[in-house]
């Protein structure tokens, strides 16, 4: 069965500063895919970036990018230059059958000035 | 890009009661699912909603509770029934196959439920 494993409750980043958001995963898939979401406080859930199994080079998204190391069954978000906006949680997910999606238990991310 | 809207956007209803939600897509898509978030809480999927026949549960979700219609490619509604404070949770509707990498699940915005 597919597992996220999300292991930071919260993190906290200084305004232009970079963060690393932390998720490891299991499955037993040979093709699959890798999702970040953000939900601000509104509840919203906005899709930012999606990492491919055998793409070749990292996804990047702008200020996202993610490093992801297959062997190790990692896909850490990194958002780079920090901005206000950017406080939300943040939740990885991996599509399961049928298109399903299961997410990590998010990470709390707060941006400070 | 497509727009998900959702109704109503928030609701404080009381136990016992129902409410139905609603989740309209300003185009096709192939597959429409509604998850459940409970405070503090990750992402739950309660159902697949299928065209034209019966969604699909997951473990620890029934039909008597969560009936779901879906009538056609671009609608879908939740229905929450015989409400209990336990069922306060954020509700949202998403929908597969809109532009983007493939299995990429778009979110309404989700409706706020309390139940008192």
């Known amino acids: 069965a597919q597992k996220i494993t999300q292991t930071q409750p919260g993190m906290f980043v200084q305004e232009k500063e970079a963060v690393t958001l932390d998720c490891t995963y299991d499955t037993s898939d040979q093709s699959y895919g890798l999702f970040w979401y953000k939900q601000p406080s509104s509840g919203e859930m906005i899709f930012l970036i999606y990492?491919?199994?055998?793409?070749?080079q990292n996804a990047t998204e702008g200020r996202y990018s993610l490093n992801f190391q297959k062997a190790r069954k990692s896909a850490n978000l990194v958002i780079s230059a920090s901005q206000l906006g950017d406080s939300a949680m943040y939740f990885c997910?991996?599509?399961?059958?049928?298109?399903?999606?299961?997410f990590g238990a998010g990470t709390i991310l707060r941006v400070k000035s | 890009s497509a727009v998900i809207s959702q109704k109503p956007s928030r609701d404080i209803c009381q136990r016992g009661t129902s409410l139905t939600i609603q989740c309209q897509v300003d185009s096709q898509v192939t597959m429409m699912f509604w998850y459940r978030q409970q405070p503090g809480q990750s992402l739950t999927l309660i159902a697949t909603?299928?065209?034209?026949?019966?969604?699909?549960?997951e473990s620890g979700f029934v039909i008597d509770k969560f009936p779901i219609s879906r009538p056609n490619l671009t609608f879908s509604t939740l229905t929450v029934s015989n409400m209990s404070p336990e069922d306060s949770s954020i509700y949202l509707c998403s929908v597969v196959g809109l532009a983007g990498p493939p299995e990429t699940q778009y979110f309404g915005p989700g409706t706020r439920l309390l139940v008192l």
């Open positions: 990492q491919g199994s055998y793409d070749e």
């Open positions: 909603a299928n065209q034209g026949s019966e969604a699909t549960y």
């Open positions: 997910a991996l599509p399961s059958y049928g298109n399903k999606l299961v």
